[in-house]
């Protein structure tokens, strides 16, 4: 029990090690539809930056140059977030996308990644808990995926400081638990008359490997930027397309009163966490104690510390918070609002001047204007993108 626990917790980890148990039931990949392809290759590599954000995305190790190139740059070594990506290519991303809706990553050909990351939901879930391989039922709610490469810090306990970390650790955690799992998964996929093609294509040979099936999906993933909401649009004309209430609920947002800026920052309204920012440092940071509870079932990072989320696309990711506690923006703001409760590790900036919970005593306008806001956050694209919908239906 505890150790099917465990592995829902690391989704990825997860998918990876069950394979481990198809050494001993060998168990046949049964016969799969192919998936439906475009004629030549989506681009994946040279994406459209709208509206000038590409002057936004030199954060992380991944830099989106003028022309949208996306390419990976090896920080000075020393600095918090070394990635060593390749960069992205159409046919490795192209892969990626398979591997990444494919249900033969699962021992049971239960779930893929799409099945808890959908493409409607921001690649979120949509519920509380995410259904597993075997039914089982995540403890923390499935996240969004968000200009992930971009991120300091990974999971909703920060566990993991990059995506590089993410899609080749569980690989190399596995190989400790024993070899053989990865080289199970690597032949259950070649045994997929679709797979060698796209592996030659993307890597010059058919071979299936771990090493290759890692770097597909972190590119498919790399690829996946969302930039695109009517707030980026607003960078290039002051905001003109935006109502009062939306403009009411921007200029709270960014605040000294409202203060939710001060956490939610930079160009995903993530964690201010690269080095020497305030949720910054030598270890995986980036999280905070909001208060949402007296004494924790879940305590995070410890201490009742989660990871500060992107906010990106919000309105499309509900329910929200580790849990998904709250079904709706508004609930997440009156919490804000009147909800937080004294933690004895609330972070310093949710405590008033008298040092108990914050109480921001918005109006019922405020407060819409600040769901109002939160909703220009939504790329409308990238839901609706064929380069990331499921191309096995
Ligand atoms: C059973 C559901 C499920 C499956 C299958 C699944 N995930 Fe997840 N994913 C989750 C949940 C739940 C979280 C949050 C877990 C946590 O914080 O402990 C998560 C978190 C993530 C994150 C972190 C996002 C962030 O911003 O911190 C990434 C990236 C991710 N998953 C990618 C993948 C990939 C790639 C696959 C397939 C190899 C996959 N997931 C399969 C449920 C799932
Ligand atoms: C002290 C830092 C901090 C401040 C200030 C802050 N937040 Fe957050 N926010 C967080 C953390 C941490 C979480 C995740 C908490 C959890 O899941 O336990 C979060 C979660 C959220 C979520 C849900 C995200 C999801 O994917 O489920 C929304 C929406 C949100 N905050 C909006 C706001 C708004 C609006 C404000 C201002 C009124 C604000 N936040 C102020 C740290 C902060």
């Known amino acids: 029990m505890k150790n099917a626990f465990y592995l829902l917790r690391w989704p990825l980890l997860g998918l990876l090690a069950v394979l481990a148990a198809c050494e001993t039931t060998r168990e046949q990949a049964p016969e799969m539809t192919a998936p439906v392809l475009p004629e030549s290759f989506y681009n994946y590599s040279n994406v459209e930056m ?17 022309q949208g190139l996306i390419d990976f740059v090896t920080l000075p070594s020393g600095s918090e977030n070394a990635f060593e990506l390749q960069n992205v290519t159409d046919a490795g991303a192209t892969l990626g996308r398979v591997l990444f809706y494919d249900r033969q990553l699962s021992i049971n050909n239960a779930v893929a990644c799409g099945s808890c990351h959908r493409q409607e939901f921001a690649f979120a879930d949509g519920r509380k808990g995410s259904e597993g391989f075997g039914g089982k039922v995540t403890p923390r709610n499935s996240m969004g995926i968000v200009n992930v490469a971009m991120n300091n810090n990974l999971f909703w306990d920060s566990r ?11 690989v190399q955690n596995h190989i400790e638990m024993g070899m053989e799992s990865m ?28 090493g290759r099936i890692a770097s597909a999906l972190t590119q498919f993933l790399s690829s996946m930027i969302t930039a695109n909401s009517k707030f ?8 003109a397309a935006f109502s009062e209430l ?28 690269g080095p020497g920012d305030p949720y910054g440092g030598s270890t995986v940071k980036g999280t905070a104690n909001i208060g ?49 409760q004294a933690h004895t590790n609330l972070d310093a900036k949710l405590t008033g001047p008298d040092g108990n919970p914050q109480r921001l005593n918005l109006n019922a306008m405020e407060k819409s204007a600040l769901v109002a806001f939160l909703k220009t956050l939504t790329d409308e694209r990238l839901v609706q993108d064929p380069r990331f919908s499921d191309p096995f239906r």
Do not use: W
């Open 183 to 210: 080289e199970v998964l690597s032949k259950k996929l070649a045994k997929a008359n679709y797979y060698p093609p796209l592996f030659e294509a993307a890597f010059g040979t058919p071979e299936v490997t771990e």
């Open 160 to 170: 993991i400081a990059s995506l590089r970390q993410m899609v080749v650790q569980p």
């Open 292 to 340: 949402l509870d007296l004494l924790y079932r879940d305590n995070g990072k410890g201490e009742g510390q989660f990871k500060i989320p992107s906010l990106r696309n919000i309105a499309l990711t509900a329910p929200y918070m580790h849990d998904g506690r709250f079904n709706t923006l508004e609930e997440v703001v009156e919490h804000y609002n009147s909800g937080i």
């Open 232 to 239: 980026d649009r607003g960078q290039e004309d002051n905001f």
């Open 246 to 273: 939306e403009k009411m609920g921007m200029t709270l947002f960014l605040s000294d009163r409202a203060k939710c800026a001060s956490c939610h920052s930079g160009p995903n309204f993530s964690a201010p966490d």
């Open 50 to 66: 709208p509206f000038g954000a590409a002057r936004d995305f030199a954060i992380g190790g991944m830099v989106v140059d003028q």
